[in-house]
Nanobody, 121 residues
Framework: QVHLVESGGGLVQPGGSLRLSCVAS???????VGWLRQAPGKEREVVSC????????TYADSVKGRFSISRDNAKNTVYLQMNSLKPEDTAIYYC???????????????WGQGTQVTVSS
């Protein structure tokens, strides 16, 4: 089991940018890593994922073209670069890992504690 710690959240104006980081206690190269979010009153959703094998990436339609996921296995870190942020991006953002690959929300067994992102003027 790997311990995950997210950072980089905060308050940003619409149109602004943030970069989230997810640092793992162990080797991340054995896992697909996803960024998921939960907004108030809404279910958790997968925002983006980067696979463990070929580094392929997936994005939710709502963030395509604005968010970018990347990983640095040497640093056991995965990043989520978020640009052109909108108020509807406001949520708690979690990173999560899966040994089986990118999947749906319930297919990530290991989660971090989350970091709050608030987009507001």
């Amino acid at each position: 089991q790997v311990h995950l710690v997210e950072s980089g959240g905060g308050l940003v104006q619409p149109g602004g940018s943030l970069r989230l980081s997810c640092v793992a206690s162990g080797n991340l190269d054995r896992y697909a890593v996803g960024w998921l979010r939960q907004a108030p009153g809404k279910e958790r959703e997968v925002v983006s994922c980067i696979d463990k094998t070929d580094g392929s990436t997936t994005y939710a339609d709502s963030v395509k073209g604005r968010f970018s996921i990347s990983r640095d296995n040497a640093k056991n870190t995965v990043y989520l670069q978020m640009n052109s942020l909108k108020p509807e991006d406001t949520a708690i953002y979690y990173c999560a890992t899966s040994a089986l690959g990118c999947g749906r929300v319930y297919e990530y067994p290991f989660w971090g504690q989350g970091t709050q992102v608030t987009v507001s003027s």
